[in-house]
């Protein structure tokens, strides 16, 4: 209980302070590398201030040279925090438009190249997909997808959405698929990151994305099992 007291008092504190420092830099960064960061500090000084522990299993299996569609489970409101503390890349994701209204903070997503999806307009994600596309593209960037949408149960997933494995495909650039795990009695306790085998998307195609979400899916739920 201390922890989340703890947690939820660091993001009110550090966050508008790191929005103004992102939405700066952000104006001179065109590759994102600095907004990069500065978000990856905002997400390791809240962790250890608020004495959430953190590990990552699997980081070998990460070329830091590379770019990646990184497809996650989605469990918890912290793992933006989690996965931007422990991933050694310079990460944007998909997030709801609404947050790009919030003062500072929606500023700050803005200018760190983070992907603005309309949850409730389905004719709209094309256009969030190929806003990712000119940024994975033109930016320093790994893009981040929940494919599930919405945070889910401890116990399993929900089925996947197409966006980011179309964003995959339409790429050519490899899917590093990761997994979240909590205590799920208190999630500031022991969070884990495994990370899998990246998954090669060359030669798949948009008539193939099902065959690959299923091959991504069926890691994440081993990977939940290690």
Same mark, same amino acid.
């Given at each position: 209980?201390?922890?989340?007291? &703890? @947690?939820?008092? =660091? $993001?009110?504190? #550090? !966050?508008?302070?790191?929005?103004?420092?992102?939405?700066?830099? +952000?104006?001179?960064?065109?590759?994102?590398?600095?907004?990069?960061?500065?978000?990856?500090?905002?997400?390791?000084?809240?962790?250890?201030?608020?004495?959430?522990?953190?590990?990552?299993?699997?980081?070998?299996?990460?070329?830091?040279?590379?770019?990646?569609?990184?497809?996650?489970?989605?469990?918890?409101?912290?793992?933006?925090?989690?996965?931007?503390? &422990? @991933?050694?890349? =310079? $990460?944007?994701? #998909? !997030?709801?438009?609404?947050?790009?209204?919030?003062?500072?903070? +929606?500023?700050?997503?803005?200018?760190?190249?983070?992907?603005?999806?309309?949850?409730?307009?389905?004719?709209?994600?094309?256009?969030?997909?190929?806003?990712?596309?000119?940024?994975?593209?033109?930016?320093?960037?790994?893009?981040?997808?929940?494919?599930?949408?919405?945070?889910?149960?401890?116990?399993?997933?929900?089925?996947?959405?197409?966006?980011?494995?179309? @964003?995959?495909?339409?790429?050519?650039?490899?899917?590093?698929?990761?997994?979240?795990?909590?205590?799920?009695?208190?999630?500031?306790?022991?969070?884990?990151?495994?990370?899998?085998?990246?998954?090669?998307?060359?030669?798949?195609?948009?008539?193939?994305?099902?065959?690959?979400?299923?091959?991504?899916?069926?890691?994440?739920?081993?990977?939940?099992?290690?």
């Amino acid at each position: 209980m201390i922890r989340y007291i &703890l @947690l939820i008092f =660091n $993001i009110l504190i #550090f !966050t508008p302070f790191f929005s103004l420092i992102i939405i700066f830099i +952000g104006l001179f960064d065109k590759q994102k590398n600095y907004t990069s960061y500065f978000a990856k500090l905002w997400a390791k000084i809240i962790l250890k201030f608020s004495l959430v522990n953190c590990t990552i299993k699997g980081i070998e299996n990460i070329r830091i040279s590379d770019k990646f569609v990184i497809i996650s489970n989605h469990q918890s409101f912290i793992d933006i925090l989690v996965t931007f503390s &422990l @991933l050694p890349l =310079n $990460i944007s994701f #998909f !997030t709801k438009k609404e947050l790009f209204y919030v003062p500072l903070f +929606g500023w700050a997503l803005y200018s760190a190249g983070m992907i603005p999806v309309d949850r409730y307009n389905k004719s709209k994600s094309k256009e969030s997909v190929n806003l990712a596309l000119k940024r994975i593209n033109k930016m320093n960037l790994s893009i981040l997808n929940y494919p599930e949408g919405t945070r889910t149960s401890f116990e399993g997933l929900k089925p996947f959405k197409k966006g980011g494995f179309i @964003l995959a495909i339409e790429s050519n650039i490899p899917i590093l698929p990761i997994c979240i795990i909590y205590n799920k009695n208190n999630i500031t306790n022991n969070v884990r990151i495994v990370v899998a085998d990246s998954i090669e998307t060359l030669n798949y195609n948009i008539e193939q994305r099902d065959d690959l979400i299923s091959i991504t899916r069926d890691t994440i739920i081993k990977s939940m099992n290690t």
